[in-house]
Every structure is written in structure tokens, then in C-alpha cells.
């Protein structure tokens, strides 16, 4: 036998073995697609943990300042009030209010007391203030 002759089991023996490294090759292939798309399922899960921790965490802070603003909110009105009322002129009394006042009568000043009974002559002329969680403090003008 010569080098140049091919037995026919050769040509079928050699298609064979290119078929099996083909196959080999399309499975390598499969298989490196495979573990692509589980590590792109895992990082997308990993993803979404990572953003609801944050959205977590960032609700905790969120609502933990929003408590803080709204235990501030009393003690700020309070300020702006006081301020309001000492920025401002006197009220002028109407003749009406000016009847019902003690400043109308003859008796002349009448000291306050503790116990003595007042009346608001109208809305938005005092506040009551709580301050240092101890003492209530009337402010007016």
C-alpha cells in the first residue's frame, strides 16, 4: 500500500471524529452560554437585593427625619407665633370690645391674679406657649 491510498474506513473513521469535535465544540459553546445567562440571573438578582436595601435604609432615614421635623413643628409655630405678636402693633379696640375691657370701668387697674378669670378680647391677640416642658407662658400684645 501507498501513502496516497485512503481506505474508505479512513474517510468514515476521520468524518466521525470531526463530527465529535464539532459536537465537543457546539456543547463547549452551550455550556459557556449557559453559565453567561445563570451569572446575568444572579448579578439581576443581586442587583434587585442591593436597590431594596437601599430602598430600605433610605426609608429608615427618611421617616427617622420626618419624626424629627414633626416633634420640632409644635416648638417652631410656637416661635413664629411669639414673633408674630411682638412684631405687631397693639390691637385697636372696636367700642364694642372696648365695653367689655376692665380699662372701661371705673375702678381704675385691677391687679391679675393666679385664679382670676380673663377673657380674650379676640383671636389672635395672646398665646400660650409651653416652654422648657415646665412652664406655660402667655404671650400677647
Do not use: W
Request: glycine share 4%; proline share 4%.
Amino acid at each position: 500500500m501507498h501513502d496516497n491510498d485512503i481506505k474508505d474506513e479512513d474517510i468514515v473513521g476521520f468524518k466521525q471524529t470531526e463530527a465529535n469535535r464539532a459536537g465537543t465544540d457546539d456543547d463547549q459553546v452551550q455550556e459557556k452560554q449557559d453559565e453567561e445567562e445563570l451569572l446575568a440571573k444572579e448579578m439581576e438578582q443581586a442587583k434587585r437585593k442591593l436597590r431594596q436595601k437601599f430602598k430600605d435604609e433610605a426609608k429608615k432615614k427618611i421617616t427617622k427625619v420626618f419624626k424629627e421635623a414633626l416633634s420640632m413643628l409644635d416648638g417652631a409655630c410656637d416661635q413664629l407665633g411669639k414673633r408674630f405678636l411682638s412684631d405687631r402693633l397693639p390691637p385697636a379696640f372696636t367700642p364694642k370690645e372696648l365695653a367689655t375691657t376692665s380699662d372701661n370701668t371705673s375702678n381704675g387697674p385691677q391687679r391679675i391674679l393666679p385664679n382670676t378669670m380673663i377673657r380674650i378680647a379676640r383671636a389672635g391677640i395672646a398665646r400660650l406657649v409651653l416652654e422648657d416642658d415646665d412652664k406655660a407662658v402667655l404671650y400677647h400684645s
